[in-house]
């Protein structure tokens, strides 16, 4: 099993920034793929970035050049930097871990965190 816990929420306005946070426990972290997915009302879930065990990353074209997905093996966290913020950034954020290799597909990831709420006023 791993235990994800994510944090750095919060509201914030149009253009600001946020940085998301994801602690893991359990399992050895370096062994998985990372995620971040969001989910508006009324909307599915959506791919926002990943990062490989090697550190390659991929994103969703509505976050590129905006947001930036990191690891830190050591200290088992994955980051999203959240800049330059859109009022339709607006969702709940969540981490995801898939074992050995990522995903775009939410429904392939193992393990799930409990979400964390960004909203963007305009």
């Known amino acids: 099993q791993v235990q994800l816990v994510e944090s750095g929420g919060g509201l914030v306005q149009a253009g600001g920034s946020l940085r998301l946070s994801c602690a893991a426990s359990g399992r050895t972290f370096s062994n998985y793929a990372m995620g971040w997915f969001r989910q508006a009302p009324g909307k599915e879930r959506e791919f926002v970035a990943a990062?490989?065990?090697?550190?390659?990353?991929y994103y969703g074209d509505s976050v590129k050049l905006r947001f930036t997905i990191s690891r830190d093996n050591a200290k088992n966290t994955v980051y999203l930097q959240m800049n330059s913020l859109k009022p339709e950034d607006t969702a709940i954020y969540y981490c995801a871990a898939r074992y050995y290799s990522a995903s775009y597909n939410a429904y392939e990831y193992d393990y799930w965190g409990q979400g964390t709420q960004v909203t963007v006023s305009s």
């Open positions: 990062i490989l065990r090697s550190g390659l990353t």
